[in-house]
T-cell receptor, first 114, second 115 residues
Framework: KQEVTQIPAALSVPEGENLVLNCSFT??????LQWFRQDPGKGLTSLLL?????REQTSGRLNASLDKSSGRSTLYIAASQPGDSATYLC?????????????FGSGTKLNVKP | EAGVAQSPRYKIIEKRQSVAFWCNPI?????LYWYQQILGQGPKLLIQ????????DSQLPKDRFSAERLKGVDSTLKIQPAKLEDSAVYLC?????????????FGQGTRLTVV
């Protein structure tokens, strides 16, 4: 069974800092990996989707990388802003024999201080 | 395009009562997921539908939880009877099958409090 771990569980940084969130998974046989943002009391908003054949994806100030062989992904946030404060979740979609199940990490709660 | 719709947004019930949640996925999305998210944890898959068939319900507590997607569109998730530990956010997500590696889209969730 796929296990997804996110480190750190919580992070507090001053505005303007560049930061890295980490996601690791135990089974490298994945279809893709997706990063989500969750605001308090809200659902999940998709940020970036990386296919298993890709190494990174970029959207604005966000850059996600994938190293399938080592079972790791990182989400890089450049020039952080208070509006980036939220919980960030990574989810791994496994291969067809698991019928494309999504396995989630527990998330990293980010607080960007003005 | 319209997103995944869920209702109600919030529900408070007493233990041993029953409750039902509703989800309307994005039009045309064949795959529908129900997740349970306990405070401070990542979402846990309860059940996955492909059209109106169940493809994974291995983590659904079947003695009290049930779900259906009769016409392959809307879905309902029911809990009967509820326990205190069922307090969580219940998230519905959908995904298109038109391509193998498409994104999943989530609804706002239903926050259930069992007292």
């Amino acid at each position: 069974k796929q296990e997804v771990t996110q480190i750190p569980a919580a992070l507090s940084v001053p505005e303007g800092e560049n930061l890295v969130l980490n996601c690791s998974f135990t089974d490298s046989a994945i279809y893709n990996l997706q990063w989500f943002r969750q605001d308090p009391g809200k659902g999940l908003t998709s940020l970036l989707l990386i296919q298993s054949s890709q190494r990174e994806q970029t959207s604005g100030r966000l850059n996600a990388s994938l190293d399938k062989s080592s079972g790791r992904s990182t989400l890089y946030i450049a020039a952080s802003q208070p509006g980036d404060s939220a919980t960030y979740l990574c989810a791994v979609k496994s291969r067809p024999y698991n019928f494309n199940k999504f396995y989630f990490g527990s998330g990293t709660k980010l607080n960007v201080k003005p | 395009e319209a997103g995944v719709a869920q209702s109600p947004r919030y529900k408070i019930i007493e233990k041993r009562q029953s409750v039902a949640f509703w989800c309307n996925p994005i039009s045309g999305h064949a795959t529908l997921y129900w997740y349970q998210q306990i405070l401070g944890q990542g979402p846990k898959l309860l059940i996955q539908f492909q059209n109106n068939g169940v493809v994974d319900d291995s983590q659904l507590p079947k003695d009290r939880f049930s779900a259906e997607r009769l016409k392959g569109v809307d879905s309902t998730l029911k809990i009967q009877p509820a326990k205190l530990e069922d307090s969580a956010v219940y998230l519905c997500a959908s995904r298109s099958l038109q391509a193998m590696n498409t994104e999943a889209f989530f609804g706002q969730g239903t926050r259930l409090t069992v007292v």
